[in-house]
């Protein structure tokens, strides 16, 4: 069985909240004609959310399951966000993602928060 289009759609939406409209928006300006793994200092979180965008629309045109490396990425990533939410640390943990140089640290800190329940 494919992946649910609500499934991407509510990942996305736990991402956006999790990092920002504000912080999109000013990231996706980076991309501006670049081809999107090409963009010069492009968050890659921001990169996930526009490729599972860019997936979601195909999908919903299609009538497909979005499947792509990048769906499977989101889904793990949110899945990671939902289990850790009730930790204490959550929100320092989330703060790094939010930053390019401390991304990597916060997916494994929020690994570390899911093992910790």
Do not use: F
Request: net charge neutral; aromatic share 6%; with cysteine.
């Amino acid at each position: 069985m494919g992946i649910n289009l609500a499934e991407v759609s509510s990942a996305l939406k736990l991402l956006e909240e999790t990092l920002g409209a504000k912080m999109i928006k000013a990231e996706v300006h980076k991309i501006d004609g670049w081809n999107p793994e090409g963009a010069p200092g492009l968050h890659p979180l921001v990169l996930l959310w526009y490729k599972c965008r860019e997936d979601l629309a195909m999908a919903s045109l299609t009538g497909t399951s979005p499947n792509s490396r990048w769906v499977q990425e989101l889904l793990s990533l949110a899945g990671l966000l939902q289990s850790a939410a009730v930790h204490p640390r959550y929100q320092q943990v989330v703060v790094k993602l939010r930053y390019k140089e401390s991304v990597h640290e916060g997916i494994n800190q929020l690994k570390e928060l899911r093992l910790d329940e």
